[in-house]
């Protein structure tokens, strides 16, 4: 779960570059340094990425267009439930997982213990070959099992 982010600096970024009439396009968007000193590819996978978290709420979005000078808790909160709805495996960390925790008489939250909670069978449970919304390279499904 470490690698999950929620991409707050991206986020915002996306909300103001994406106002524009065409679609934000990766070339674009790397040619101009919009997120900063990423492979095309890498800057592939944020936009797409970012779009499905964003991109699902076109009337959401609009209104993160018109916001600039949102406060950082506001954006924080914004950016959680955005990843909580658009990827499962999140929603069932935050969801589940952690209020669990909560309930226990020692409620710390350990790497060994997030990484059994993600081995278990039931985490992640149809979602078809792709075990997350992260980059393969990065998702902790596929970390946790190697």
């Given at each position: 779960?470490l690698?999950?982010?929620?991409?707050?600096?991206?986020?915002?970024?996306f909300?103001?570059?994406?106002?524009a009439?065409e679609?934000m396009?990766a070339?674009v968007?790397f040619e101009?340094?919009?997120?900063?000193?990423?492979?095309?590819?890498?800057?592939?996978?944020l936009?797409?990425?970012?779009?499905?978290?964003?991109?699902?709420?076109?009337?959401?979005?609009?209104?993160?267009?018109?916001?600039?000078?949102?406060?950082?808790?506001t954006?924080?909160l914004?950016?959680?439930?955005?990843?909580?709805?658009?990827?499962?495996?999140?929603?069932?960390?935050?969801?589940?997982?952690?209020?669990?925790?909560?309930?226990?008489?020692d409620?710390?939250?350990?790497?060994?213990q997030?990484?059994?909670?993600?081995?278990?069978?039931?985490?992640?449970?149809g979602?078809?070959?792709?075990?997350?919304s992260?980059?393969?390279?990065?998702c902790?499904?596929?970390?946790a099992?190697?």
């Amino acid at each position: 779960m470490l690698k999950c982010t929620l991409e707050l600096a991206n986020s915002r970024i996306f909300w103001a570059e994406s106002a524009a009439a065409e679609p934000m396009q990766a070339e674009v968007a790397f040619e101009a340094g919009w997120f900063g000193h990423r492979s095309l590819s890498r800057m592939r996978e944020l936009l797409t990425n970012l779009r499905a978290r964003y991109g699902a709420f076109p009337s959401a979005l609009q209104v993160l267009h018109r916001w600039p000078q949102m406060g950082g808790d506001t954006q924080k909160l914004i950016c959680h439930w955005h990843l909580q709805l658009s990827d499962p495996l999140y929603r069932q960390f935050s969801g589940t997982f952690l209020p669990e925790r909560l309930l226990q008489e020692d409620p710390t939250i350990r790497k060994l213990q997030v990484v059994t909670w993600l081995g278990r069978p039931a985490v992640g449970a149809g979602r078809g070959a792709r075990a997350c919304s992260w980059p393969a390279s990065s998702c902790p499904r596929r970390t946790a099992q190697a």
